[in-house]
């Protein structure tokens, strides 16, 4: 399927993959023991139920099953490695609900004291091995240390706040600062 083809659906998309979401969910707590077989069944029995209420193309749907294939195993594998559950996946689009009330709330303050208020936070802060957005810094990967986001610069130049939480503390992962002695 072409890039352009995968970016638009006949607008039920988004019902469509929560009503799959929901009827794999509920197939699964019935179950004693899930495995990606299994996992991989129930998607596509949920994928054909949502192909019979005729509101979508069947390669739309396939490719919402795909979606929620990949959603799940990623789930999967998070849970396997960290031993944490679900709360703990969906941290970051809490990151995101909270970021946004506070650029809510910061919108309404004093400027110049939030201005304020920032600048001495990253005089008293600002570790020597730790980059700040708006300093200079040559190509490379760094890494947000609010959220994990990761920035890649292809050229020397300044570093923007994060684009996934607007923080402004990096660290870069492309090389070890300072210097490990072996």
Known sequence: MKEQERTHFSGKALEAYDRMLERVQARLS???ETT??????EIER?????YELAEMTREEVALLGEYLQ?????????VEETGEGLSE??????SMLEHQLANMLFSVADKTKLDTLELSQKLETHAPSQYISGEVATAGMFKCL?????????ATSHLE???ACDSHYYERVTSRWPRKTE
């Open 146 to 154: 609010n959220c994990g986001h990761m920035r890649c610069l292809t």
């Open 161 to 163: 706040p994060c684009d």
């Open 89 to 94: 996946w969906l941290q970051l689009d809490i």
């Open 70 to 78: 990949r959603d799940l195993e990623h789930l999967l594998h998070f």
């Open 30 to 32: 019935d179950m004693e």
């Open 36 to 41: 990606r077989d299994t996992l991989k069944e």
């Open 46 to 50: 949920a994928a054909e139920f949502e």
